[in-house]
C-alpha cells in the first residue's frame, strides 16, 4: 500500500467516513480537519511512516496528494 493510500485510510479513520469519501485532492480543510484533528493526523501519519511529523506539514501540503508527495520526498532524503 502507497503513502497515498495510507493517508487517505487514516484520514477516514480519524474523521469516521467512508475511505471513498476522502479525495486525494480535496483539501483538508474542506474535509473538516481542523487544528485538533490535524494533530491527531499528525501523530498517526508518524505511526504509518516511523518518522516524526510536523504538524505544518499538514497546512503546507493540505491534500492527501500534496502531503503524501512530500513524505515520500522527505523518507527518500533521510534514508539517502
Sequence with gaps: MNIETRLQ???ADLLQVDVQHISPTM??????LDSLLGLRFARKIGE???????????????TVRELSGFLEQHAAGLAG
Design 9 to 11: 485510510q487514516a484520514l
Design 27 to 32: 483539501s483538508f480543510d474542506d474535509l473538516g
Design 48 to 62: 504509518l511512516i516511523n518518522v516524526d511529523t510536523d504538524l505544518e506539514w499538514i497546512f503546507d501540503y493540505p
